[in-house]
């Protein structure tokens, strides 16, 4: 009982699902994406397997249309399931059961779907699907903005607990464990979706700082610092970026500027320091650059 998006990225290739249920743990129930293949929303009278199911017939070459098919044929209750699929060339598929708890619907656009059952008001799944039409965001933000248009027309009639969002990316490698772009769940909550949206945003901090260390590491500074910026404006009060990203700065010889971004960590929590020499003893960190941090971030430290 809940109300989800299945959809394709027409401009990236990813394929996401995101979901928002009075429901523990709704996360590792209802999404289901691989890149390349597919993804899969499995609701209402909830069959677990039509997720795993359905991911693997899109990826045998059914399309979106014919792996529904042969799901609701071997299932006991179609009349109470809601599922849909979007396939990794865009064609989507939505059943909603006649014994789906009302309010319950789905509507299909270009590449994605929107459904929903035990709602407050039959017209949540309209909500979302002019939510998503209208964002230009990201699919991420795009399916956030489609679960908040729905919470916003009344939700799930029960209230509010779990959500969760899984995107996968639009240029598979084969290592499925590296295509999960976003893979985030809210298990309980009593605003679900608002730390949903924190947890998005710093996933989106933590690319940014993964970014600036790859750049930095193949000798572009410039672009890294610019990277880095973005990384500590979208999540603040993650000191650990403080620390890593200043961090790397020391060790391409930065050292005024790295230690500076540090310290922000250090004055929350000294035990950073303590990690220098952790780093040291496991060879992540040579002792010359640990030596000359410490001795700033001490200094500084002291101050009164």
Known sequence: MTYSIVARDKQTGELGVA???HYFQVGPTVPWALAGVGAVATQSMVNVSFGPLGID???????????????LAGDSEPQSRQVSLVDAQGNVATHTGSK???AAGHRIGDGFSCQANLMEKDTVWDAMFEAYGQ????????LLAALDAAEAEGGDIRGKQSAAMLVVS?????????????????????????ELRRLL???????????????????????????????????PEMVEIYFWGGLTMAQQGMLDDGCRLMMR?????????ETLHRLVAS?????????????RLTTVARRP
């Open 170 to 194: 639009g240029k598979p490698t084969g290592r499925s464990w590296e295509d999960r772009v976003i893979d985030l769940r809210v298990e309980d909550a009593p605003d679900p979706l608002l």
């Open 265 to 273: 960590a250090v004055e929350k929590d000294r035990r950073w320091i």
């Open 135 to 142: 964002s230009k965001e990201p699919l991420a933000e795009r």
């Open 57 to 71: 017939y899109m990826r045998a070459g059914y399309a979106a249309e014919q792996a529904l098919k042969a799901l």
């Open 19 to 21: 979901v928002q249920s």
């Open 100 to 102: 789906c708890i009302p």
């Open 283 to 295: 060879d992540r960190l040579s002792a010359d650059v640990a030596s000359e941090v410490e001795a």
């Open 201 to 235: 945003r710093v996933k989106r901090a933590y690319v940014a700082m993964g970014d600036a260390d790859h750049l930095s590491d193949a000798g572009d500074q410039a672009t890294a610092a610019v990277r880095l910026q973005e990384a500590i404006a979208l999540a």
